[in-house]
């Protein structure tokens, strides 16, 4: 098990059990409506940028690409989130919440949040990359780029077993390694005067403390964030809100409140 020595600022990571995965959507979803405009606000901003790429990759006949990008955004979501954590953050202080304070509160930690994000960032480019090499590895030059000819020449097709297979392994594992990094990093990032490497060795550290309820939880992203895109992004306008408020509890009750602990 990895271990590192915390200073006094740094608290410890509790066990969670796979069962409060309920207890964190129920706060996630009380969070939502206790401030309905801003936090659905985010989400309609989010699911709108996704319908325009989507709009963008259809009107170039390139709507394949768009499966490889919403793979990708599992991997960039925290920092998506970051306004929700904040949200929920001044609920949970009994602090006032409107956009400016929302806006003004990640900008007071942006050094920090934007440097974990360029580590989403790089894992999301590493993905887009790998996926490009990977389709060309396994199909021929003109392969269909339009959304129909994918999914009926390609996806569809017995023998892209092999192709499906080895994009699953590798976005899966780009997938474990950014879920692991940042799950807990992000929101951390956000209620302590921490640096990135400190946030991601707690966040990697409590992931692998609490393997079993972190498959169930990000799981419970996927399924969530999938069934957001797949209502022609309109799901998305509740589905990252739920979702970002429940991992700011989630985030809560991992982190210790003692200090002077060793992880």
Same mark, same amino acid.
């Given at each position: 098990m990895m271990s590192m020595a915390m200073g006094s600022r740094y608290p410890s990571s509790r066990l969670v059990?796979?069962?409060q995965a309920s207890e964190w959507l129920g706060a996630g979803w009380r969070d939502m409506w206790r401030h309905p405009g801003l936090s659905l606000g985010f989400g309609a901003l989010y699911a709108g940028i996704g319908a325009t790429i989507y709009?963008?990759?259809? %009107? +170039?006949a390139m709507g394949a690409l768009l499966f490889p990008l919403l793979a990708g955004f599992m991997l960039v979501g925290p920092? %998506? +989130?970051v306004f929700f954590y904040e949200i929920s953050r001044r609920v949970e202080n009994g602090e006032p919440v409107s956009l400016a304070l929302v806006v003004a509160g990640v900008r007071r930690r942006l050094g920090q949040v934007g440097n974990m994000g360029l580590v989403l960032t790089i894992l999301f480019m590493v993905w887009l990359l790998l996926g490009l090499m990977i389709f060309a590895l396994f199909h021929p030059p003109g392969a269909p780029l339009?959304?129909?000819g994918f999914?009926?020449?390609v996806v569809l097709k017995v023998d892209s077993i092999g192709f499906l297979a080895v994009g699953a392994l590798v976005g899966g594992t780009l997938a474990v390694i950014a879920f692991s990094v940042s799950v807990f990093a992000m929101p951390m990032l956000l209620e302590r005067d921490v640096g990135v490497v400190e946030a991601m060795l707690f966040s990697v550290h409590s992931v692998w403390r609490n393997w079993r309820g972190m498959v169930g939880w990000a799981a419970?992203?996927?399924v969530i964030t999938f069934f957001g895109m797949a209502l022609a992004f309109l799901g998305m306008v509740v589905a990252l809100p739920l979702v970002g408020h429940a991992s700011w509890h989630a985030y809560r009750d991992v982190i210790g409140e003692d200090v002077g602990s060793t992880l």
């Open positions: 059990s796979p069962a709009a963008i990759l259809t %009107a +170039a920092l %998506a +989130a339009s959304m129909d999914l009926v020449d419970t992203i996927a």
